[in-house]
C-alpha cells in the first residue's frame, strides 16, 4: 500500500521560512519522480517544484530563486525549502509521486503567510 505523507506546514510572516518534508512508503523511492503542488482557496491546483529520479528540478516562475526542492533517497522523504515567503504563497500543498505510471498524492499540509 503505497503512502505519502507530508509535513512542515504551519503560519509564518511575511519574508519567513519554512521547510516541507513529504515521506512515501509502498514505493521504489529511488525511481520515482516527486512533485510539490499547492491550491489556495478558490483556485487550480498547480505545480510548485518537481524534481526527478535523477536529481533534476524545475520549478513555477513564481517561487525560482525562494524555493528549493531536494530529495534523501535513503530517508524516502522529499523536501521543499521555502524562504522569503510571501503572502501570495498561502495554500495547501501537496505532495505528489510518480511511480510506475501512477501517481499518488498526500493529504496535504496548510501553509499561512501572514503580511
Known amino acids: 500500500q503505497v503512502q505519502v505523507v507530508e509535513s512542515g506546514g504551519g503560519l509564518v510572516q511575511a519574508g519567513g521560512s519554512l521547510r516541507l518534508s513529504c515521506a512515501a512508503s509502498g514505493i521504489i523511492f529511488s525511481i520515482s519522480a516527486m512533485g510539490w503542488y499547492r491550491q489556495a482557496p478558490g483556485k487550480q491546483r498547480e505545480l510548485v517544484a518537481h524534481i526527478t529520479s535523477g536529481s533534476s528540478t524545475n520549478y513555477a516562475d513564481s517561487v525560482k530563486g525562494r524555493f528549493t526542492i531536494s530529495r534523501d533517497n535513503a530517508k524516502k522523504t522529499v523536501y521543499l525549502q521555502m524562504n522569503s515567503l510571501r503572502p501570495e504563497d498561502t495554500a495547501v500543498y501537496y505532495c505528489?509521486?510518480?511511480?510506475?505510471?501512477?501517481?499518488?498524492w498526500g493529504q496535504g499540509t496548510q501553509v499561512t503567510v501572514s503580511s
Open positions: 505528489n509521486v510518480h511511480f510506475r505510471l501512477r501517481e499518488y
